[in-house]
Antibody, heavy 122, light 108 residues
């Protein structure tokens, strides 16, 4: 059974930093691209970032480019999102998401974690 | 960025009704469109990929169609467990993929 478990969310002041982690199990982690998608309270879904299966390629939404860094450790089956220069508008539930494609990035999200809430406020 | 206009934003229907949601792209996205279901307090779930393909394990009352700029998502016979918000997602313009604004489906 595929499981994605996020951690690391919490309350942070504007301008601060936070690192999210996502522990994956139930599939061959190193064979799949992974993504982060966020959802502000009561709002819709917003794409954040992607990383290829070997970590060699990364992608970012314009809203987070230069502030967020996605990475992965395939030996630990773990995905990360390092967030810095946080703003109030970054407040959201952050979902760790698995790509549907094996060996190829399909940009289709077939498994989602339960999400971790990041609140940026003074 | 490609804008995805979903309509209606909410709807109320009776159990057994046919429900249709539309998603219009601001430019041609071929069939690079997915549909997700998000139940209250839960993570989204993939229902339809590549505009019309049913994800494994998803009930056949869900279907999708369309290509280019106009897409339709249908629930052939609404069930109480289908209460959720539904989102379309385009992945033609990478990595600037975008979601529609969502359609909240309620039981009348």
């Amino acid at each position: 059974e595929v499981q994605l478990v996020e951690s690391g969310g919490g309350l942070v002041q504007p301008g601060g930093s936070l690192r999210l982690s996502c522990s994956a199990s139930g599939f061959t982690f190193s064979s799949y691209a992974m993504h982060w998608v966020r959802q502000a309270p009561g709002k819709g879904l917003e794409y954040v970032s992607a990383i290829s299966s070997n970590g060699g390629s990364t992608y970012y939404a314009d809203s987070v480019k230069g502030r967020f860094t996605i990475s992965r450790d395939n030996s630990k089956n773990t995905l990360y999102l390092q967030m810095s220069s946080l703003r109030a508008e970054d407040t959201a539930v952050y979902y760790c998401v698995k790509d549907r494609g094996v060996g190829i990035q399909l940009w289709t999200f077939d498994y989602w974690g339960q999400g971790t809430l990041v609140t940026v406020s003074s | 960025d490609i804008q995805m206009t979903q309509s209606p934003s909410s709807l109320s229907a009776s159990v057994g009704d046919r429900v249709t949601i539309t998603c219009q792209a601001s430019q041609d996205i071929s069939n690079y469109l997915n549909w997700y279901q998000q139940k209250p307090g839960k993570a989204p779930k993939l229902l339809i990929y590549d505009a019309s393909n049913l994800e494994t394990g998803v009930p056949s009352r869900f279907s999708g169609s369309g290509s280019g700029t106009d897409f339709t998502f249908t629930i052939s016979s609404l069930q109480p467990e289908d209460i959720a918000t539904y989102y379309c997602q385009q992945y033609d313009n990478l990595p600037r993929l975008t979601f529609g604004g969502g359609t909240k489906v309620e039981i009348k």
